[in-house]
């Protein structure tokens, strides 16, 4: 990792390049090395590079040289004195680098991979198996690096659309949500919403089992067809309210096009997704206003709330009042 910082000798920089010169795979392993180095993986190489020599040196051991071989070893050593370094060291090196890689790689397999978005972020993510994710923005999941032998498992805090790819084996794909739900499907597409009060899962293709535990931990299960709508609301006293109903899917994943479409849809419930995806708090001078509906499209801009806010108080022919550090929407 010394050498990605820039932090090598020049002929410490030369072994490193030809042992990534010597292999493809090498070189898209140092790659992967430096678009995943965190701290504690770095903590990890450089341990396992101080043991290198001792690797070595047991190696070494094991390799039965004659002596002819080695006296032409120190011939040829003797003819390129201009070399930098000596092929014994250079082969040590790259034996050295070539165990910490493979050790690097089964330890960094079984990790746990975090992803996570900012205020207005999207991002595409491609898991393991292949499937597909779209992150919306304050979203959040985790999955294991590789699912050789890990199931096909992914926790969602936030807002994500899923594509999940089926397999021959048929491989089932759960997402857990915070609030002790999770969905299991084989192969399909579903946008899910899972923030502090509220969960929504909406099916645009496929099928879904939903498992929903209740305060004594009995989970229930229900099953969806593409279009259907599952919402709980957490905010209930006794058991988290249980809202289904047949809807355009489009309307729940329009956001991963750059854009929201409208279906009938509220203000109330638009101002709660500004909010949830970016971190903006709009007001309305009268609680009415909250359940004005509209249809139709408005372009999202990533990062650019302010804008996306004058787009909805245009579109509902409403006037934005910026009132002691407060967003209000009025007549």
């Given at each position: 990792m010394l050498y990605f910082r820039g932090k090598c000798t020049t002929a410490e920089e030369a072994m490193v390049e030809v042992w990534m010169s010597e292999n493809p795979f090498h070189s898209e392993l140092a790659d992967q090395w430096l678009m995943e180095l965190d701290?504690?993986?770095?903590?990890?190489?450089v341990e396992l590079a101080i043991s290198k020599n001792d690797i070595w040196n047991n190696t070494f051991q094991e390799i039965n040289i004659t002596g002819d071989e080695k006296s032409l070893k120190i011939e040829k050593r003797t003819k390129h004195k201009s070399i930098d370094f000596n092929w014994t060291s250079l082969a040590a090196v790259l034996?050295?680098?070539?165990?910490?890689?493979?050790?690097?790689?089964?330890?960094?397999?079984?990790?746990?991979?975090?992803?996570?978005?900012?205020?207005?972020?999207?991002?595409?993510?491609?898991?393991?198996?292949?499937?597909?994710?779209?992150?919306n923005g304050n979203s959040k999941i985790k999955y294991h690096r590789s699912w050789d032998k890990n199931p096909r498992e992914i926790w969602l805090e936030g807002e994500a659309f899923f594509s999940v790819t089926h397999l021959k084996n048929n491989?089932?794909?759960?997402?857990?949500?915070?609030?002790?739900?999770?969905?299991?499907?084989?192969?399909?597409?579903?946008?899910?919403?899972?923030?502090?009060?509220?969960?929504?899962?909406?099916?645009?293709?496929?099928?879904i089992k939903l498992s929903l535990p209740d305060?004594?931990?009995?989970?229930?299960?229900?099953?969806?067809?593409?279009?259907?709508?599952?919402?709980?609301?957490?905010?209930?006293?006794?058991?988290?309210?249980?809202?289904?109903?047949?809807?355009?899917?489009?309307?729940?994943?329009?956001?991963?096009?750059?854009?929201?479409?409208?279906?009938?849809?509220?203000?109330?419930?638009?101002?709660v997704h500004v909010e949830e995806n970016y971190g903006v708090h709009v007001?309305?001078?009268?609680?009415?206003?909250?359940?004005?509906?509209?249809s139709g499209s408005i372009p999202l801009s990533e990062n650019n709330p302010a804008l996306l806010i004058e787009d909805i108080a245009q579109l509902f022919e409403l006037q934005l009042v910026k009132k002691n550090n407060k967003l209000i929407l009025a007549e």
């Open positions: 701290e504690e993986n770095e903590a990890l190489l034996i050295g680098i070539t165990i910490v890689a493979f050790c690097f790689f089964f330890y960094s397999k079984n990790k746990s991979i975090e992803i996570a978005t900012e205020f207005g972020q999207i991002q595409h993510i491609t898991l393991p198996d292949s499937s597909k994710v779209v992150l491989a089932r794909f759960t997402v857990h949500l915070s609030s002790g739900k999770k969905i299991e499907v084989l192969g399909t597409e579903f946008n899910v919403i899972n923030r502090e009060n509220h969960d929504c899962v909406v099916l645009k293709s496929g099928s305060k004594k931990g009995i989970e229930k299960e229900i099953y969806l067809k593409p279009g259907d709508l599952i919402e709980t609301d957490q905010t209930a006293v006794e058991q988290a309210e249980i809202k289904k109903a047949s809807v355009n899917p489009e309307t729940y994943y329009s956001w991963t096009k750059g854009k929201w479409t409208l279906d009938g849809t509220s203000l109330g419930e638009m101002l007001e309305v001078a009268d609680d009415k206003l909250l359940k004005k509906r509209l």
